[in-house]
């Protein structure tokens, strides 16, 4: 330390700065670029600052030039630390902002994780819905194959009727033509027995002309009612009809 006449002089203090607020945890991108370059010339300065010191204690007392050096030392300094305060202030206010944007966020954060819950019960209503659809369309699945498998046996007794149905046709188809038949029979068979009835007619006829004399009809036509083998003309037709019915 240099020694003036006057007495021993101790150089002048740095002004001495208020320590500053620690970092901010989150900084924009821009603050993280600036951040270095503001660290690096206040690291200078303060270097080039100790320098200075060192020089002025090893040299003699020269009061005009140490406090010119000094000045110009202190000059820089002091304007590197108003614009450092200035970037501490906008620092500061930008942290403030991310404050309340911070805040903000916390807010969309709670309002998404109050969404989300009411998502979550949403959900869980449709998954009872759905378990629930699951179990209704099982049991309609059930009741189809169910009414598939009475429907197969509908379609079988169906089946089994329309040929049931069909044999009785062809059957009744049978027996309309045995009927026809019958019919044409009889039809034939009527026509040969009134012939017969015909010719037995005729020759009967006949022969009662060839076998009766003239005498012989008049006591027959003049035999007594009371005689047992008297006949009036009534009972021979009615002999005749019962001749005919037992040729039929």
Known sequence: MAINAAGPTTPPRLPTTAPSA?????????????????????????????NAREEAENTEYQPDTYITMISSVLGPVARKLETLGEHVEGLNNNIGTNNTKTHALEKQIMSFLTTVKNNEALTRTLLEASKWSETCTAELWTRIVKLESQNNTLLEVIKHNETTMAKLEMQNKVLLEAVKQYEVRVAKLEAQNNSLLETVKKSATEQAKTTETPSRKLRKHYKHPSSSTYQTPADRVEDFTQLKEKIN
Request: no cysteine; aromatic share 0%; glycine share 0%.
């Open 22 to 50: 620690p970092a901010p945890a989150r900084h924009t991108s821009r603050q993280k670029a600036k951040a270095p370059r503001v660290r690096a010339a206040t690291e200078n300065e303060l270097e080039t600052t100790n």
